[in-house]
């Protein structure tokens, strides 16, 4: 059997002391393209952002090809996109330099780039069509193009595994399309990429594997789900865009924990 | 008094000397501060350094090196403090920013030293800076200088996106914690030449000034530090050139040369970043079809024609009286 990128066993994370992914199991193999779907506040975004090793586990097992993740240090294999409002900072920053940011990865300390790290920047920014922006300050850049830059960031770093939280999330069409020609560009090279989405988009053609989160467990995983899933397919019967809006919390990202009655609710639907 | 006198007072080059060197390193610190929107930790660091200064006072060894040790303790706490994230976070750093001050004129009182002691150090007094202060704040600003330059990949990663530079293997603690000791060293240093009140201002308008005109990190940093050499040159030679008429303090006079650098180039800043946003380009998608022309124009567009060209896919539309008007033949189609 080939070494899955990411294997998580039986994996629980809590934020301030509140459960919020329970039992979650995930084998992703690789060249897998694994779309992770689920309303807000299902935990799609928690457990990306466990398999990246930004939130610890509370129980199970996470491994990184497999190599447990306290022992894994071969972060270069590794391309994060995190869920950001653009690229911008405090002060300017060039398109180029965000980019470059990507290369860290596989720079030593206090080495000045070399040819093969200048010729990755300048694929990547190939790839996710922005050479010509290399120049331009991100702050310039609409918000579809920013997050391409994040993308060609982590592309930079040329790793195998990619991890995008909410890629799509608020990017106009053409740079949906754009994000969409630069992840098949990946996939044909043969990256292993888990997407986490709100909605597929352009990128439904893309995706491999559907796994969608509900009140932070798995509640499907299998063959890719188009927007809108058929019902049936999921255990409460179909659409999963929405939170559960009568079992609602104050609380955006913390799913509702469920009291008795709720509980009993659930099961008599 | 000649420009050579003037110049070839011991007292006088060693007052360059400093400011030569903090005028770079400030800046340099700053930029990475800036860039993470964290302004005012150089005027927090500085409050609470007015403790180090007094324990310097009260215990009679070198200020320079308690008000070093303070702050840098304090720049961790504020560093701590941050980290945690607690929503609170702000009322936290303020109530060591008291503590910090009223702790230092306390302390002050303690040590027997009139508030005029504590003067020197709060408003800066570059021109009574000792040969051995020179050379403490020659080697530590050349290290803060130093390190800001060579790290510069890594500190930059770390103060554009944390979480990224964790998942790529980067040690943000180490990094931010780094940061925040660089801040302390270069509020120390640069406590005799504009003073721990104003130390920020050295460290936060030089960016400022920069950012209005440049578009990358890179110059940013590289225009900040040479900003901040000028302003602290140019602000010590006009206060002694001043010196002989009027009693002119070199601190808030370098503080306000800086300032003056702002002044001047944020109106140019003010009108590239409208006209950056003009000139924006248009991502909707082009129509197809070019049924929607534009009746009766008789006005040819093209280049200095006096409106403004924003490129729209392949094409460029012209800004004419809230209309877009894109070229097609002869005529001009509305996007």
């Not at chain 1, 509640?219 to 789900?225: F, S, V």
């Not at chain 2, 200064?53 to 009679?60: D, R």
């Not at chain 2, 403490?136 to 770390?158: D, E, K, N």
Request: glycine fraction near 12%.
């Amino acid at each position: 059997m080939p070494v899955a990128p990411v294997h998580l066993e039986d994996g629980a994370v809590a934020i301030g002391g509140r459960p919020v992914l329970r039992h979650v199991d995930l084998r992703v193999e690789p060249g897998e393209f694994v779309a992770l779907m689920g309303a807000n506040g299902s935990g799609k975004s928690t457990l990306v952002r466990a398999l990246v090793g930004l939130r610890p586990l509370t129980s199970g097992r996470l491994r990184l090809f497999d190599t447990d993740l306290e022992r894994f240090h071969a972060w270069a294999r590794v391309g994060y996109v995190p869920q950001r409002g653009g690229a911008a900072s405090g002060v300017p920053a060039s398109v180029w330099e965000v980019v470059a940011s990507g290369r860290l990865t596989r720079r030593r300390l206090l080495r000045p780039l070399g040819a093969a790290d200048r010729a990755a920047i300048r694929d990547a920014l190939e790839v996710v069509g922005l050479a010509d922006r290399a120049g331009d300050g991100v702050s310039q850049l609409s918000g579809g193009q920013q997050q391409r830059v994040l993308i060609a960031r982590a592309l930079a770093g040329e790793p195998e595994l990619f991890f995008l939280d909410e890629p799509t999330a608020g990017v106009d069409l053409a740079s949906q399309e754009a994000l969409a020609r630069a992840l098949s560009v990946l996939k044909s090279r043969g990256a292993t990429i888990v997407l986490v989405a709100h909605e597929l988009g352009p990128l439904a053609d893309l995706v491999d594997r559907s796994v969608v989160m509900r009140h932070g467990r798995v509640a499907y995983d299998g063959a890719p789900l188009g927007d809108h899933a058929s019902p049936g397919l999921l255990p409460d019967g179909g659409h999963v865009h929405h939170v559960d809006h009568l079992h609602r919390t104050r609380h955006d990202v913390v799913p509702p924990v469920f009291g008795p009655l709720d509980h009993r609710h659930q099961e008599g639907r | 008094m000649s420009t050579f006198e003037l110049l070839s007072l011991p007292f006088m080059q060693r007052a360059l000397l400093a400011a030569v060197f903090t005028g770079l390193a400030a800046p340099a610190v700053g930029t990475y501060i800036v860039q993470r929107r964290l302004a005012l930790m150089g005027d927090g660091i500085g409050h609470v350094a007015v403790t180090g200064v007094a324990l310097g006072l009260l215990t009679g060894t070198s200020p320079t090196w308690t008000a070093v040790a303070v702050a840098v303790v304090g720049a961790i706490l504020i560093e701590v403090i941050r980290e945690r994230g607690h929503t609170n976070g702000d009322v936290a750093l303020a109530l060591l920013f008291y503590g910090g001050l009223a702790g230092g004129v306390l302390i002050t009182g303690l040590a027997g030293q009139s508030a005029a002691g504590l003067q020197s150090y709060l408003f800066g007094s570059i021109t009574t800076i000792s040969a051995a202060d020179v050379l403490v704040t020659m080697v530590l600003a050349a290290v803060v200088v130093v390190v800001c330059l060579g790290l510069s990949p890594q500190l930059f990663a770390v103060a554009q996106d944390q979480e990224f530079a964790r998942v790529a293997g980067l040690n943000v603690r180490v990094y931010n914690i780094l940061v925040a000791v660089l801040a302390a060293v270069s509020v120390a240093v640069a406590m005799r030449t504009v003073g721990l009140l104003l130390v920020s201002a050295l460290m936060v308008v030089p960016v400022a000034t920069a950012q209005q005109l440049t578009r990358s990190f890179r110059t940013t940093l590289g225009a900040a530090m040479l900003l901040g050499l000028g302003a602290s040159v140019g602000g010590l030679l006009v206060s002694a050139f001043a010196s002989s008429r009027a009693d002119v303090a070199p601190g808030p006079t370098i503080v306000l040369l800086a300032l003056a650098g702002f002044v001047v180039t944020w109106p140019v800043g003010l009108w590239l970043r409208r006209h950056q946003h003009l000139t924006e380009p248009f991502d909707d998608e082009v129509p197809d079809d070019h049924h929607d022309v534009s009746e009766g124009h008789t006005h040819q567009h093209g280049e200095d024609c006096g409106h403004v060209a924003v490129p729209h896919g392949d094409h460029v539309d012209y800004l004419h009286d809230g209309h877009r008007h894109a070229p097609h033949g002869r005529h001009y189609d509305e996007h």
